[in-house]
């Protein structure tokens, strides 16, 4: 079982509409990433969390330590938001794991 | 302000080759991660550098090597390369050894096919 799961693994929405992402992990961390990958590979650190809420723009990262799960919003959503959503926790405790990644929510915002 | 940079783009090898792909760094940073994403997948941690050392490491076998430079530059070694070993390579870089509580800045990546 991955240690970071997300849900969905695909979603399709329309233009403006708001949008959720979510990630689990089943480990403590000590920080959690959002991360964002267009087609052709690069990847945009979007968000880095350890406690509450962060908001840049029109996304809100929100994490529950407690309840081991992060969130990822975007208000208004745009078609140049279309891209493959990233997230990966630090497990806390002095392991030699670097991060662990999920496998990816791919968001397509359609016109 | 120079981004992570990555090369090459594009790679294409047969089974049994080695190859090294190379890394700089953001400016300022000193900490470079490598990771392997196969097409579908999340990245996986290969290894970090710090101060010239690997510091930390991922469950890839020991074909999967690495180095750093005095000017925090780094390259990633794979021999006796496998079809599996397809993949994108990534290349982070942050301020700071094993914080990965940093903000990590990725490259493009080196997409390396094996044939």
């Known amino acids: 079982k991955n240690e970071v799961e997300q849900s969905p693994q695909n979603l399709t929405a329309q233009e403006g509409e708001f949008i959720t992402i979510n990630c689990s992990y089943s480990v403590g961390i000590s920080a959690l990433h959002w991360l964002q990958q267009h087609p052709g590979g690069g990847i945009v650190s979007l968000f880095m969390?350890?406690?509450g809420k962060k908001k840049h723009g029109r996304l809100i990262a929100t994490i529950n330590i407690q309840e081991k799960h992060s969130s990822l919003h975007i208000t208004a959503s745009h078609p140049r938001d279309s891209a493959v959503y990233i997230c990966a926790v630090r497990p806390s405790g002095g392991g030699a794991d670097g991060l662990t990644f999920g496998k990816g929510t791919h968001l397509i915002i359609q016109p | 302000d120079a981004g992570v940079t990555q090369s090459p783009t594009h790679l294409i090898k047969t089974r049994g080759q080695q190859v090294t792909l190379r890394c700089s760094p953001k400016?300022?940073?000193?900490?470079v991660s490598w990771y392997q994403q196969a097409l579908g997948q999340g990245p996986q941690f290969i290894f970090q550098y710090y101060e010239e050392e690997e510091r930390q490491r991922g469950n890839f076998p020991d074909r999967f090597s690495g180095h750093q430079f005095p000017n925090y530059s780094s390259e990633l070694n794979v021999n006796a390369l496998l079809l599996g070993d397809s993949a994108l390579y990534l290349c982070?870089?942050?301020f700071g050894t094993g914080t990965f509580n940093q903000p990590q800045h990725f490259g493009d990546g080196t997409r390396l096919s094996i044939l």
């Open positions: 400016s300022g940073h000193d900490t």
């Open positions: 969390l350890s406690s």
């Open positions: 982070a870089s942050s």
